[in-house]
């Protein structure tokens, strides 16, 4: 059984650096979402696809932001110009029925 | 807009039972989620609940009052592993099955 999986697990990097992360979703599973958690809040919702069309975006996705789901397998989140307020555990959940499933997310550092 | 509330912590002691509230105000009910989520690790799903009433899974319980805007999760015969962030979660009706999440409920389980 393959639950949703993220790459990489962590990322640190320096202002100013582009930063991509990858999420595998559960095979069979054609809806994706992004969110993104600060300590001591739930999830935010930043982004949706299903299948390879992205049909919802955040008023949190700003221009730096960008994310992709090519083949309507695995998808992308891509930030550029990264800033301190980046800094977040980036997760990405995929959903077969009324569920979502997350990944283990992954944990942006931004110095 | 959607306004989620649950209580920032409890405390209960190893087997006996907790009661975790969560109150919401959104524009198009469409389904209520209860998550578990350990520290530095990704939410999992416990329950889900869109019609009233009481949803009964083992050791856990969800209720529903859509007309009071009402969820409560059940903990009983608590373990300390059950110490962890609770989060509740509501999806509505104009979006694309976004969960909208509360802060959370830490709850710390005792000796």
């Known amino acids: 059984d393959t639950g949703v999986s993220q790459d990489p697990r962590h990322k640190i990097t320096k202002r100013g650096q582009n930063v991509t992360f990858r999420c595998d979703p559960i095979?069979?599973?054609?809806?994706l979402y992004w969110y993104r958690q600060t300590l001591g809040q739930g999830p935010e919702f930043l982004t949706y696809f299903q299948n390879e069309a992205q049909l919802e975006k955040s008023r949190l996705l700003s221009d730096r932001f960008s994310a992709e789901r090519p083949k309507g397998s695995f998808s992308t989140l891509e930030i550029q110009r990264t800033e301190q307020g980046d800094s977040a555990m980036y997760l990405c959940?995929?959903?077969?029925?009324?569920?979502?499933?997350f990944g283990p997310g992954t944990r942006l550092t931004v110095l | 807009g959607q306004n989620i509330d649950q209580p920032t912590e409890m405390t209960a002691t190893e087997g006996a039972i907790v009661q975790i509230n969560c109150t919401y105000q959104?524009?198009?009910?469409?389904?209520l989620f209860w998550y578990q989520q350990h520290a530095g690790e990704a939410p999992t799903f416990l329950s889900y609940?869109?019609?009233?009433g009481l949803e009964e899974k083992g050791r856990f319980s969800s209720f529903l009052s859509r007309s009071k805007g009402y969820s409560y999760l059940l903990l009983k015969e608590l373990q300390m592993k059950d110490s962890a962030s609770y989060l509740c979660a509501v999806r509505s009706t104009d979006s694309w099955g976004k969960l909208q999440f509360g802060a959370g409920t830490q709850v710390v389980v005792t000796p």
């Open positions: 959104t524009s198009g009910f469409n389904g």
């Open positions: 959940a995929s959903r077969g029925g009324d569920t979502q499933y």
């Open positions: 609940n869109v019609l009233d």
């Open positions: 095979s069979e599973h054609n809806r």
